[in-house]
């Protein structure tokens, strides 16, 4: 379920991100409650275990320690990691994004070049449209997590319309190991071809342009395969993730409060609660998080594209236009501005 | 209305960029000065308050509390989320513009192609690029509040001439719940169709280069439409949002004058007038605003794009292009350069 | 008059670049000196007054006062902002050179498709030439300063020969407001259908690809259109320029040599001329010059496109191509390494 | 064997990376653990020696030389030369993997195209899909180490029956000294003439269509021979492995622990255990080897591209495409949808 | 000469990178050695100066003079500079590998689409080649140093065989100021519509796909064309220069060993070769190096494109692929996975 706020931001006005502050659904803090409630957890544990339970001499030691520590968390350039690594997967999100399959202009070939209003031209229409949208559904089993529990079977493909029992059986009867998702396509064409044989495609030129468009459809269901297939690398993301830990980790013995009679530098004052430190947390964390987030945008965040949604439009909208708006066109009359 | 100033900016003299500090139109201050007045309200308040209110014991405190909050302050790698965040923000805005349709291409190849200067040769070349003005103008319905607040109904696109009644009447009739931007580019493959079966487009290359025209328009609604659908994740709008706000929030009060008879280091003097962190203000306050400006550039800005403009613009070139200059060519005569 | 240096650093050798310091067409200096005597003039006169008029008191507030405004200037991300935006203004720069059209491919394609080497022949070829030409001058004539110089009225770029008379009567004929640089592109389309028409141009694939290319020019010219229409959000230049200006103002106090005998901190000795900070002025200004200069490439910097040029050349090798050279091919004869 | 963990990420939740640092395969511990092994000896070899074998004034200078390591090593910019360099690795590794020849889009032409069930028809296509994949298995045997160690001499192509005795035979006594990876692609070129002249492809379109295709897979298998042979300048990487090796040679004596007794600022404390510089050689050393690993996807690190599992799929969904596949559609039967 | 070294780094082990730090050829030793002996001398002259020949209150002098360069040089943002210019540099050069003309895919066409075995046959194929060859000879001859030597006259191209004497003669006689490596293209052309009239190219969209393919071609040289012409703005240049020369001007004072007796803070040892800041020299002038490589790639560094190479390598395959290996194809037989 995207979470759309555009309209919210059409105009730059007094505050207008800060009116963002206030949403819940796929906002930071929904992300992050469960993160902050550990990291206070273990920051109380820790400042009650140094006021309450030790001893004098090792409550001087924790405070060279949390000195320390402090002194490291500075040391990591947590900004320069994030920003570079989050740059990297925007990019690849909006990425995959633009290899989303949408069987629009395939469509509108389709209702143009294979003519006929009978029965049997209504059926290669319909068949060839089903055959794209099937063809990105079945990717989309293997990409999207919310699509496969949708379609945890192939039975359900079936049921859903998607394909029939018999393309099921031939799918299936087919010797290879790897992802069939091609194999729609590689009906479409033949379907294709012998509608050009049967002249239901009248020229060459338009079959060329048919299949042309469907090998962009077919590639882009491949770039969503491989985005699935080539993860960032692992490397990296661990990097990141022990970069952003390991600097909360020194945080929650380096910021505690000390004892401001002790005089350490930066510690004159007692406030309890670390403010500082939480908005940190907020902030870093909550870069973090659009990282994960974005990271596989095929699973069920609350920012994650609606495939689900997408699998209905362009069936709906595929059958619509090469089969109820066929050869329709409304009255041409003359418009308001004619002579 | 967009701000454009390039012209101002041709020639690199002596502060170039000086002129432009002057204007208001689009400018940071008229975005900002909202955000400045409550700022300084606030810092005032708070000066007040420290200087006249508090007595010496909690002048103290608020001392210290001053110096940590500066501390802090210093800690908040603002430069380098903003700087990431609107790199990325410009990037889809200029990703937005790049995929705003124009109709000129199709318009030549309309012009050229569909041959008849007779009455049906002119009203199918005018429906077809009505057509294609169409479906922009559907879109910009969905992503611009500009053009939404010119066509609150689809009465008002009826009444500014780009559709017919009954096209309304078929459009509202189609049973599908979804956006129907792409009704008119089917329509419009339609009538193409039968525009080459009646042989006013004479050839199937012709025929197939206006269809693939027809779906770039159509990609790039789409586009502009996903752009609107998949905003940049919320949290990262978020993240930058609370950098900022907590930037300033620390800014309140560790900037504050203290009373320089205390001797804190680097609070020796005491201006009452904090120059320096109301031109910090204005930096990273205005380079957000940036991003704000950006993040919808269909909004009504002054720097967002004239959709308006547009939707007039295109439609009359489109319509002179293949109808009063239809097949239209000065004399041919010997250029200056001839032997 | 664009400067080009790239046969002075083909290979990397000992210090490379330090011979480029020395130019002066282009060059850091040539742009900077202005604003550099300005601030040395500034930066004295503070000093001056600093060291002569100044009363004992007034000289220690003024020490306190530059000091802080030491400390201000080193607390603005200068080498931030600048390095985002001038990334920006330079990918903006390279995305309108791409969008400078060139005709060659066109004059390939109209050179080798119209056929007739008798007079009405090349009077066609020639015509679509110079409407392709004058298509790129128009749009020209509204982003560039220089091309807009030599062009003040339509009449000169009719006796430039870009056009007849006859022409700029039925340009200016057309009922539109808007910029009407596509008017000879369509002139072109209708002139290259006519000339399908009588056979000259002698298959459809030849038509559509001529007319593909033609499309290919314009929406370049309507991108060179767009980026002079769209600037960069006048919010961003300000804010940048905001910045280094509060940068050098804080620091034509903060970098004054204060008395060495009042024992500040880094103030133990007194040169006079701050060459640091003249250097660091040399470096940041400089690189905002870069912007400053790239951000329109259309004017007469000494960097900047040098439109003129390019509108003789394209001319000149356009008419080469399509007459002199039509159907000329030397002698074909074995080459060195047959067989 | 690429390392994909797309599913593990697919939902932003309590620790989402978290889980990916329990992983082996492909981590940064497996990548890490060797180089972090000798810093530990050179490590706990200077503690050692400062501790025991060093006289007293041996460790005073010891120690001032440990501070002044320690300055050095806050000098070097690492953080930003390696996001800079770990940006550009990255981009030419997805550059490469773009670069991937899927021979999908030609399969679905030639099976398409190329009419006939006989055996002749039938040993065209499939011939003609195994040039296309020879092309690929050439170039990937001067490309990947992991395809060269599967087919250490052209006789395994043959013997893989990826291309005949006969081929190999012609192929090798063709007089050329470079890489000839393209051959193939020319007796595709000369088969698919052939069959056209046949009319087993009918018609000159499809011709051209089965020719362009051809040709983008050649600019692949052309990309990745140039990313093969222009590396990433020399320079660069030495750059980059100078600032990361030099800041750890300082961290070695800059991060032991001195005297607490010396009172030396930020070395009160003597932990033995120099935890933080441990996770900044993590973290920074596993930045390095993100490029490391990236900068060559085609050899057997865990995160390189499976190139072998390539050639096979590639292969065997090819040849079901042309020949299994052929003509072949499930019976075309009213959907779901049906009215 | 391209130093190659992707087989070094195709797995990441143990030191991958480190072994790369062992190379002579394209190394940054090479590049830096020069530059560094200069550095070294004048730091060993002003050591020597101030250890020897300065009198006690002169080297106090020098001792302030020295904090302050130290400091100065501390506020240089050469990271960030070098950072982004690098990016761009690099840009740039990838920009400029893959505009360079590969003329396979054309070879591909035209060994497909031009009929016939006899000597006319051959002679059009071949001609049609060399002009391509040709046009990226005359490119390369204007942009890089390395083939300029090889063809420091025209005659020289003649005598290569990539042109006949009359071929010569005609293009000399054109006349046009402006660099001419478009007329071979013009020559194709013509050939080519010729080669159609006379029948050996047999249809319409054979012919315009050599065409467009050559127009590919040609714009690949104008853009290398361009990218000689419109030159990296020189401002940007010399400001990048400015900042790591004056950041090694102020090196040369501040990272002088001051004597420790008088207890300059972070002076208190006296090593005689300032290894770290010799390190820092290696890092940065390294950086600014690949640079200086990069910025025009069609020189003689160790890491240039070889164009010569090129040169030899396509006039070779090119030839061969339209004429020894025309219509060739090996016998077609059952491959090993039939049935």
Redesign the interface.
Known sequence: M??????R????R?????H??L?WR???YK?LY??LIIFIIFYSGLSVMYRVLLNEEQRR?FE??AI??D??A????????L??Y???V?SRWWGQ?ESVP?P??LG??V???VRGADESGR??R??LM?YANLSGVLIYRS?S?AVYKRFPTMEHVVQ??LM?A??LR?LEE???P?NKF??P???F??????ARTEGRIN???????L?????TL??QC?KLF??????L???????????V??FFL?CLIGRQFLDPSQDYP?H??DFYVPV?TL??F??YV???????????P????D???ETNWLVD?N???S???VD???????????????D
């Open positions: 995207t979470v759309t706020y555009s309209r931001v059409a105009d730059a007094l505050g207008t991100f800060s963002l502050l949403r796929g906002s930071i992300l469960k993160e030691l060279k320690l320390n520590c002194k490291y500075s040391l990591i350039p947590l900004s320069f990691v920003g570079f989050v740059a990297l925007v994004f949408w629009d202009r509108a070939l209702g143009g070049h059926l290669i319909r068949t089903r990409v997590t859903a319309g029939t018999e393309e031939q087919l010797p290879s790897h091609w194999v396509c590689t009906w064409v033949n379907l294709a071809m012998r020229n060459d030129v338009a079959l060329s342009a299949l042309s468009e469907l090998n077919r590639s491949t491989s985005y699935d297939w080539i993860s690398p692992l490397v990296y993301t661990q990097v990141v993730t022990v970069a830990y390991s020194a930066g004159d004052l500082f908005l940190q907020f902030f909550g870069w973090l998080k659009v990282a994960e987030q974005l990271i596989n095929f699973g069920e965040d920012d994650d594209f439009r069936l709906q909208v059958l619509l236009v109820e708006m066929y050869d329709g066109v409304p009255q041409v009359e003359r418009d308001k501005y004619w």
